[in-house]
C-alpha cells in the first residue's frame, strides 16, 4: 500500500507562485508514474502534468511553459512548480501514482490552490 501526502497549497494572487509536493510512502517510488490532477468546483478531475518512472513528462495545454512536473527518488516526492498562476488555475490539487504494472493507482487527499484576481 502507498500513501500520498501533498503540502503546499494555498491563497495566492494571480501571477504569483507555489510550488506543490507530494511524498509517498513505501520503497517502489521509482517505478511509479506520479501525476498531478486538478478539480475546480462544478467540473471534472482533470490532468494537469504527468512524467514516468524516467524523465518523461506530460503537460496539459493550459498550464504548458507555467508549470513543472519534476522528482526526486531519493526523497519519495514528487513536485509541482506552479508560476504565472491565474484564477482559473483555482481548485483542489492531486497527486495520483500509477505502479508500472498499471494495476496499481494512489491518490492523496488533494492541496487547495487558490488564485485571487
Known amino acids: 500500500q502507498v500513501q500520498l501526502v501533498e503540502s503546499g497549497g494555498g491563497l495566492v494572487q494571480a501571477g504569483g507562485s507555489l510550488r506543490l509536493s507530494c511524498t509517498a510512502s513505501?520503497?517502489?517510488?521509482?517505478?511509479?508514474?506520479m501525476r498531478w490532477f486538478r478539480q475546480a468546483p462544478g467540473k471534472e478531475r482533470a490532468l494537469v502534468a504527468s512524467?514516468?518512472?524516467?524523465?518523461?513528462?506530460y503537460y496539459a495545454d493550459s498550464v504548458k511553459g507555467r508549470f513543472t512536473i519534476s522528482r526526486d527518488n531519493a526523497k519519495n516526492t514528487v513536485y509541482l512548480q506552479m508560476n504565472s498562476l491565474k484564477p482559473e488555475d483555482t481548485a483542489v490539487y492531486y497527486c495520483?501514482?500509477?505502479?508500472?504494472?498499471?494495476?496499481?493507482?494512489?491518490w492523496g487527499q488533494g492541496t487547495q490552490v487558490t488564485v485571487s484576481s
Open positions: 495520483n501514482a500509477v505502479s508500472s504494472s498499471f494495476r496499481n493507482i494512489y
Open positions: 512524467m514516468n518512472s524516467g524523465t518523461s513528462t
Open positions: 513505501g520503497r517502489t517510488f521509482a517505478t511509479f508514474a
